[in-house]
């Protein structure tokens, strides 16, 4: 089971990026399905969640009104729309699996199903 998180790079600041995360070796369509980033020298932080069906979602407050999730009609590819890009956006990001359809958990022992991250670099 692997989720595999693509579409970084680099960006100036005022730039988009769009992310995607694909699933392989399971189906994930009724999961809820999240994104994470690590800064340098940072936590794991929460940027946002989308329900199984699409119909729900979550951002964390850095990210609110600039970022979008959003999930395929066969819900196993989710994708991060990243508008407005700023520096302090700079970080690795990693896509994740819930167990549960829907959750509003934004902590990281939460969610399961970890993939490798792609780096997100926004220069000033």
């Known amino acids: 089971v692997q989720l595999q998180a693509f579409g970084g790079g680099l960006v100036q600041a005022g730039g988009s990026l769009r992310l995607s995360c694909a699933a392989s070796?399971?189906?994930?369509?009724?999961?809820?399905m999240g994104w994470f980033r690590r800064g340098p020298a940072t936590e794991r932080e929460f940027v946002a969640a989308?329900?199984?069906?699409?119909?729900?979602?979550n951002y964390g407050d850095s990210v609110k009104g600039r970022f979008t999730i959003s999930r395929d009609y066969a819900g196993n590819t989710v994708y991060l729309q990243m508008n407005s890009l700023k520096p302090e956006d700079t970080a690795v990001y990693y896509c994740?699996?819930?167990?549960?359809?829907?959750?509003?958990?934004?902590?990281?022992?939460?969610?399961?199903?970890w993939g490798q991250g792609t780096q997100v670099t926004v220069s000033s």
């Open positions: 994740s699996a819930h167990r549960k359809a829907w959750t509003t958990s934004t902590q990281e022992r939460d969610w399961r199903s």
């Open positions: 070796g399971r189906i994930y369509s009724n999961n809820a």
């Open positions: 989308i329900s199984w069906n699409g119909g729900s979602t």
